[in-house]
């Protein structure tokens, strides 16, 4: 026990320490930095471009996270536009989610900002640039401003002895006039992790290895199909989400900013090539070489007889009970408005363009159901900022009522392809607000 003569003594002390000045603290170091700076990047020793990227390399560095544990992340703007970085499928504020649309505030040139949040929720996410590129087709998401995102979850979706990400992405993009005359985007080059076929280093597997592949689409505006020729895929997870219904396929379909992870095992020695199914995009770079330990062999190549894929494979079995609160219905109407020869065509939700497309203010708390209506001629993929929806119907008929919808259980996403490229720099975006 403290005598009176020395808590006198301590509490003397502590009035001298509080009249001093104080010492400088030294400043806290963030967990991570990202630099966002120009980059020269080699497709192949035939193929340069000049780009943007994080820490000067394509796709930027993997962020592994630990969900529910706050990070702070310092992301430093070394270009003369302002810049904002995405965290694509986590539930953040509006502050540092990354969309200046919506409110983040952008990062200034030459300028550093620090972003502290909490990841959730656990599985494979992205981050990426949320500046608009407009028709210059080599800015925003059109260039090298890409990265992996892993929110590490308390146990992992499944056994396996090594993991690879892949992102797949289109390069030098030009507008091309369809029949119509209506402008669309083309691309000369098609990369895995930033390389043409053969540029890059093989994914060394050993046989009988169980190998997670975490594949990302972070094309701007292309669909892409992919296959590991002589290997079947079991799907694990979309967007990120574990599936109620792994399902092995022979190939996977990934829209702009979808996100698929699948189990290989590797029962077939040999060298193979995973890519693109399409041929022309495969010729365009799209393809990278998967070597077992000690074969030496050209690459193989097996090509699908169909492009098969669709998200009714995945779903699981219906819930016991249906919610007691009726979901309130919004119906999302796309269309596209041509804007005459020459010029790139104009997007719509319920008749309107990004900001004036908006719906009533949604409550805290309830439930939604957006009816997605596509009367465009295209597909189209739909994200939605800082949440996650479940698939619950697709297939439904616009023109008639001879073809049922197709009910799907437990399949969440971040990401749908409603009908394939979207045009978000068109007004092809909208603004939910809650009340």
């Not at 193989?300 to 079995?317: E, K």
């Not at 309130?328 to 900001?355: C, D, K, Q």
């Not at 004036?356 to 708390?365: C, E, F, I, K």
Request: charged share 20%; net charge negative; hydrophobic share 40%.
């Amino acid at each position: 026990m403290l005598s009176r003569r020395t808590l006198l003594r301590l509490s003397g002390a502590a009035a001298v320490a509080g009249s001093l000045p104080r010492l400088a603290q030294e400043p806290v170091a963030p967990d991570y930095e990202l630099e966002i700076a120009p980059l020269t990047l080699e497709l192949s020793p035939r193929h340069r471009l000049k780009t943007l990227a994080y820490n000067g390399q394509v796709p930027g560095p993997l962020l592994r996270l630990k969900e529910n544990q706050p990070v702070t992340i310092d992301v430093t703007n070394r270009t003369d536009r302002p810049e904002v970085v995405h965290w694509h499928g986590l539930f953040l504020p509006v502050a540092v989610d990354g969309s200046i649309e919506e409110g983040t505030p952008p990062i200034a040139p030459h300028a550093t900002a620090r972003l502290t949040f909490t990841p959730q929720p656990a599985g494979f996410r992205w981050y990426h640039t949320h500046t608009m590129a407009m028709a210059d087709l080599t800015r925003a998401q059109y260039g090298g401003q890409h990265g992996f995102l892993m929110i590490e979850p308390r146990d992992h979706p499944g056994r396996y002895d090594q993991e690879f990400f892949l992102a797949l992405h289109d390069w030098r993009g030009h507008l091309l006039a369809s029949d119509d005359g209506a402008m669309n985007p083309t691309y000369d080059a098609a990369t895995i992790n930033g390389r043409m076929m053969g540029a890059g280093e093989p994914l060394r597997v050993r046989p009988g290895q169980q190998v997670l592949l975490h594949i990302l689409n972070s094309s701007p505006t292309e669909v892409h199909w992919i296959a590991l020729a002589g290997h079947d895929l079991t799907v694990i997870a979309l967007d990120g989400n574990l599936l109620p219904a792994p399902r092995v396929v022979p190939m996977l379909r990934l829209a702009p900013a979808e996100r698929v992870c699948a189990l290989v095992k590797m029962d077939n020695p040999g060298v193979w090539i995973l890519g693109e199914v399409r041929g022309h995009v495969q010729a365009a770079g799209m393809a990278v070489v998967v070597e077992y330990a000690n074969a030496v062999s050209t690459p193989r190549w097996q090509q699908p007889a169909d492009l098969l894929w669709n998200y009714q494979q995945f779903t699981g079995a219906p819930p016991g009970g249906e919610a007691a609160e009726s979901p309130t219905v919004i119906p999302l109407v796309f269309e596209a408005n041509f804007r005459g020869h020459g010029a790139m065509e104009a997007w719509t939700i319920n008749g309107r363009s990004y900001p004036d497309a908006r719906v009533a203010p949604l409550q805290r708390g309830r439930r939604y159901r957006l009816q997605l209506i596509n009367r465009s001629r295209d597909d189209h993929p739909l994200h939605r900022h800082r949440h996650s929806f479940e698939l619950r119907s697709l297939g439904a008929s616009l023109t008639a009522h001879d073809a049922a919808p197709a009910d799907l259980h437990g399949i969440i996403k971040d990401v749908v392809l409603v009908d394939a490229q979207t045009h978000m720099d068109l007004g092809f975006m909208m603004l939910f607000d809650y009340a």
